[in-house]
């Protein structure tokens, strides 16, 4: 089967933890730039990371990457590019582009000389004048970064973190893959507690059931590389067989999650009874300083509000204090949490142990990470 290079994208400041999970699903060869790893693979593997990825935001198909100084360098080098091996002759297929720092800045003419290049490299197969467009989706991309142009095809479609569980969501979601992201930056694993006090519509707990339970984000949904003649239908049952069969049904995990506003919870829980998690899950509504907590080696992964809007600012940081107050007392807890308070150590009343920056949608923010001792190994009966 002939090798390709696909690009994995990723917010900001995720590079890392998708290169960890390219590695762990067996992929080598890797290399890491703003935003994206590029790896090599092929035709099977795009229904594969497609489904598995969790903190990835779109998987392309690298086309092509080229010096392009002039349109006539950007025309002829793109229709050097094999577009007859994936696009049909009735192929959907829309160009869009972006260009940073590059010579060729005017976004509109990089995507109308593409396309035409694209359609002249199709008549030449196809023997035709016009193309009616009616088939598969094909999103094409030009991108040009410091004169070099990178061609893409989109195999995702809609964005990853669409997994297809959210029917509801609240008033500030946080994006899946940013909530596995911190999932699986965190040292919480499927044997320990996990609490989110501001759990909102549920994305942090569900994401982290789904990853204690080994469940691909991608299975419950749809991609636009299954509609492509090019990929056979077999490649996506068998990934989807390969994903069925990992599901550890056995696990029984710990994980509760609260907020105060009540129709967050029922949210979480429909989301939650989406994917058949309900009993792995406790949601309960109430304000976090009222929630009872033992000192048994927890860990807190959460999103809490940030008090962007003026009025909203002073009640924020006092809940920052009393989450401070509520914590510092348990011992062998960690705490995992963003958000955009540069005060928010100063507030909380402790440096973090480790900090990183992250994006939650166009909001910079800091990844606070307070780690608390190991929890003391069980000693296996027998």
Known sequence: MDKLTLIATTAF???????????????EDLIVENGRIKFTATEKDIP????????????????????????????????????????????NFVVEGKSVKSRLYSISDCQRIVEKAVVEKLKTKYNVEWFKKTGPKYRIEVSLLKDIATLTIDTSGEGLHKRGYRDRAGDAPIKETLAAG???????????????????????????????KNIAPGLDRSFAAEEWPRIKEEYWKEARREALK??????RLNILACDIDKRSILRARDNAANLGLEDDITFFVKDMRDVDLEDDYGVVITNPPYGERLGEREEVHQLYRDLGKKLR????????????????????????????????GRIKVDYYQYFGPRPPKVQKEG
Do not use: Q
């Not at 990992?246 to 696990?251: C, G, L, N, Q």
């Open 329 to 360: 007392n348990l011992k062998t807890w960690s705490l995992y949490l963003i958000t955009s308070e540069e005060r928010f150590e100063e507030l909380y009343g402790k440096k973090a142990d480790k900090r990183r920056k992250l994006y939650n």
């Open 182 to 212: 911190m999932i699986l930056l965190s040292y919480w694993n499927k044997d320990r507690l996990l609490f989110d006090p501001f759990c909102g519509s549920g994305t942090i707990p569900i994401e982290a059931a789904m990853i204690g």
């Open 246 to 251: 990992a599901i550890d049904h056995d696990v």
């Open 13 to 27: 400041g995720l590079e890392a933890v998708a290169k960890m999970e390219l590695l762990d699903l067996g992929y």
């Open 48 to 91: 594969r990371v497609n489904i598995w990825l969790r903190t990835a935001d779109r998987v392309l198909l690298l086309m092509g990457e080229f010096k392009a100084l002039s349109f006539e360098e950007l025309f002829d080098k793109t229709k050097e590019l094999p577009w007859d091996d994936w696009i049909p002759e009735d192929g």
